[in-house]
Structure formats: structure tokens, C-alpha cells
């Protein structure tokens, strides 16, 4: 018996979706952060001494915890004031970043402290703002497709729960092409019926 050689055919391996700018920065960065972080610590416990940077860090975790409290209570009073009283314009509560800012105080590190202070003073708060939304919008122009980045994912849906508030500017509503009609259920009963004379 004699062996004929064949050609197998291998499917070459689909090849993966091109990592992003950050995506491929971003694990540099958290490490040059921590590094940071870890210099920090040990620069400020030999000027302060190791006690007293734990009692800062504790008061930190405190500190966030209780910001943490407290954005949470004044975002449950807005839903119930809104609840009880819908208004179309509704005050921003900002919980968002006052939340964020908790749990940077959280996170051991005198980096994060100072990140979370940015958050909550008045003028550096309203530049993160206008940066998150030149970020969000950025995002949606960058991937028109959903799936394909979380983030703007995350926005649409933003957006598109934005549909069941009394301020949400969208409508809801059917395009309906006037040479076909409305598209409706078609059949034998679903035509004309004069009423019923009785």
C-alpha cells in the first residue's frame, strides 16, 4: 500500500482587534502610579514618622467612606424629590464625582488624596467635568458601531436611559414612510368595519 501525501488546509487564526492607545499604555501607567505612590509613602513616613502616615491613610479611608455616605443620601433625596415632584430640569446633584473622590481618598496614597481634592474643589471639579464629556463624545465618534468599545457603549446607554426621565430631550417614536402607511398588523381582519346597527 503507498501513502499519498496530501495538503491540509489550516485555518489561519483570526487575528485580533487592534488594541487601543490606552489599552496598550494604561498597565505602564498604573505601575509608574504605584511606584509613585509606594516613594511617596516612605518619603513622607521618614520626614513624619511610619505612625503618623498610618493615621493619615486611616483618616483617608474614613474621610472617603463618609463622602462615599453622603453622595449616596443626596442622590436617593434628588430621586425621590423627582419622584414626588418631576421637574424638566432637574439640578445636578454631581454625586458622580464626589463618589469617585471617596474612593480615591480610599485608596492608600497621597497621590490619590491629592486627585481626590481635584475632584471635589469647585474649579478643578468643573474642568473633570467638561473632560468627561469631551471624553464621552470622543468615544461615540471614535466607535459608531456598539460592542466594539465599553465606554461608549456605557455613554449610549447613558443616553438612552436618559429616554425614560421627564428631562430627557429624546421622543420616542416610529419613522414611517408615507407611500407604504403605517406598518401595522396586515390581514383579513384587520380592514374597515361599519358598526354594528342594533
Known sequence: MEWIPTVTQQATPARPAPRGRLRRVLPLLITA????????????????G??????????????GGWLIKRAGL?????????????????????TSLTVLAGLLLIVPGFLSDLLAV????????ALWRAAGRRA?????????????DP?????????QLRIHRPDGKIVQGEVV??????????????????PIAG
Open 118 to 125: 481635584t475632584l471635589l474643589l469647585p474649579p478643578t471639579r
Open 177 to 194: 414612510d408615507p407611500a407604504q402607511g403605517p406598518r401595522g398588523p396586515q390581514g383579513p381582519e384587520t380592514g374597515y368595519r361599519p
Open 50 to 63: 511610619g505612625f503618623a502616615v498610618v493615621l493619615l491613610l486611616l483618616a483617608g479611608v474614613l474621610l
Open 74 to 94: 443626596k442622590a436617593l433625596s434628588a430621586a425621590l424629590e423627582q419622584s414626588r415632584d418631576p421637574k424638566p430640569q432637574q439640578a445636578q446633584t454631581g
Open 136 to 148: 464621552a463624545g470622543a468615544a461615540l465618534r471614535r466607535s459608531p458601531v456598539a460592542g466594539t
Open 33 to 48: 502610579w504605584l511606584v509613585l505612590e509606594i516613594w511617596l509613602l516612605v518619603q513622607v513616613g521618614s520626614a513624619i
Open 151 to 159: 465606554f461608549a457603549d456605557a455613554v449610549r446607554l447613558q443616553e
